[in-house]
């Protein structure tokens, strides 16, 4: 199981990334994937999940209405698009799959995770 994050960058608050997780070596449609982030000196959090057709999303009240996470189950990726950010989303985030077609937000719930993509947004 393979998941590898890309996207991330410095930008400037109210700007937009889009963070892509590229995954391989398993059933990606047999599976829900779900966003994290960390910032420094702070727990992981969970940011978005998704299952696994893409039908059924959910989002951290914090970035709810700014973050969209979107899966495409032909070429095994999922995007989490995130719009008019603030500098308390500067974070490392992270992919995640869960051995589920249906996610949790506990960050225990999920099997394997990628490196992470350090996202930092100025004032």
């Known amino acids: 199981v393979q998941l590898v994050e890309s996207g991330g960058a410095s930008v400037q608050a109210g700007g937009s990334l889009r963070l892509s997780c590229a995954t391989s070596g398993f059933a990606f449609e047999d599976y829900s994937i779900a966003w994290f982030r960390q910032a420094p000196g702070k727990e992981r959090e969970f940011v978005a999940a998704i299952n696994w057709s893409g039908g059924n999303t959910y989002y951290a009240d914090s970035v709810k209405g700014r973050f969209t996470i979107s899966r495409d189950n032909a070429k095994n990726t999922v995007t989490l698009q995130m719009d008019d950010l603030k500098p308390e989303d500067t974070a490392v985030y992270y992919c995640?799959?869960?051995?589920?077609?249906?996610?949790?937000?506990?960050?225990?719930?999920?099997?394997?995770w990628g490196q992470g993509t350090q996202v930092t947004v100025s004032s």
């Open positions: 995640a799959a869960r051995g589920s077609r249906w996610y949790r937000i506990n960050s225990s719930e999920y099997d394997s």
